[in-house]
């Protein structure tokens, strides 16, 4: 299992690029202007200078590297095609597959010394995994959910706030985002937006103003890096939404061409699927609109997945046809839960639903001998 730590090839300067291809940069109000055009550096620093960060990250419980295994039963209903491994993410703690940029970028407010951690989600285990590193550091936690999210997890948003969390409500008309993942983030960066000098923001995925992005991608990539210290797979299956998952599996592969990676998005929530250019959320990605730059509404049974643009790095593995993306209707990812709960004794998220059918598909096409992941989250 690879140890995190700082990549000995990294160069001893950050980089200055920020975008990837045409996607990317830095769309941002100007009072965080002054703060974003210094992350870079001090994020650099923290992660190749100060010693105490890895051990940290290496020393919180919640961080720990996921199992890989053989799913023998849906290996068998391929039919002999290419052997089906799953990443099991919903092992982690809270079943969360975002735990490891979350620690990482609570230890990094840490040492930013902000007092407070803003951040939203759709799914409540992530909420319960910042909850708890704040708890642990002694900082105040303010969760935003939007209003339908909150009321179909009631139980696990009762436990947010037993940790000492702040859980704030997002609205529910179409405009503010139809109480979902678009409108907690929609308020979460309003919120934000006051506390500059007190709060560090953890957003939700991929998105953001550079360098966002990139420090997302820093942590998650640690999950593709767990997958190549076992094996070396012939293709990668994640659900994709706001992305984090997906781009952690994805990143510590993508300069392996032989090696082909699949995100499924929902049939009614798919940015990098019919998506066009355009700008949201800090940064120029893939996103749902019409004609005169309106956002069109997301529809996903997934929380995580009902999301309207894709993250910019996503977006431009797409644009250079790095990355394969199908979609999945609601039925399909009720029938891929259902499937992965009967054949190998896995209750996952919807998320992962909606991969499923998909990642069978893909190990028929590829054949005996070769080897499939899918990425199974709570």
Known sequence: TPQPGPDPSSPSQPPTATRFGQFGGQFAPELQMDILLSLPSIF????????????????????????????????????????????????????????????GQVLFAQRLHKSEIIMECG?????????????????????????????????????????????????????????????????????SLSRLDSAYHILSGTVGPHPMPTITRTFQALLGEEIKAHMGPDALVSAVGSGAAALGMFAPFIDDPAVRLVGVEPADAAPLTHGSLGVMYGCRTLMLQDEDGQILPSRSIAPDLNFPCAGPELAHWKDIDRLETVTASSEEAVRGLRLLCEQEGIVPGLATGHAVLETIRLARELGPGRNVVLLVSG
Request: proline share 3%; with cysteine.
């Open 44 to 103: 650099h620093h923290t992660l190749t200078v100060d010693d105490s960060f890895w051990t940290d990250f290496a020393d919180c419980p919640l961080a720990r590297p996921s199992p890989l295994h053989l799913a023998r039963n849906l290996t068998q209903l391929a039919g002999g095609g290419a052997n089906i491994w799953l990443k099991r993410e919903d092992l982690n703690a809270f079943a969360s597959a975002q735990t490891r940029t979350i620690v």
């Open 123 to 191: 799914f409540a285990g992530h909420a319960l995994v910042c909850a708890t590193m704040c708890a642990r550091l002694n900082l105040q936690c303010t969760i935003v959910m939007g209003a339908a999210d909150l009321a179909a997890q009631p139980d696990a948003v009762a436990k947010v706030k037993q940790l000492g969390a702040q859980v704030l409500t997002a609205g529910t008309g179409v405009a503010a985002g139809g109480g979902t993942l678009r409108a907690a983030m929609n308020s979460a960066l309003q919120y």
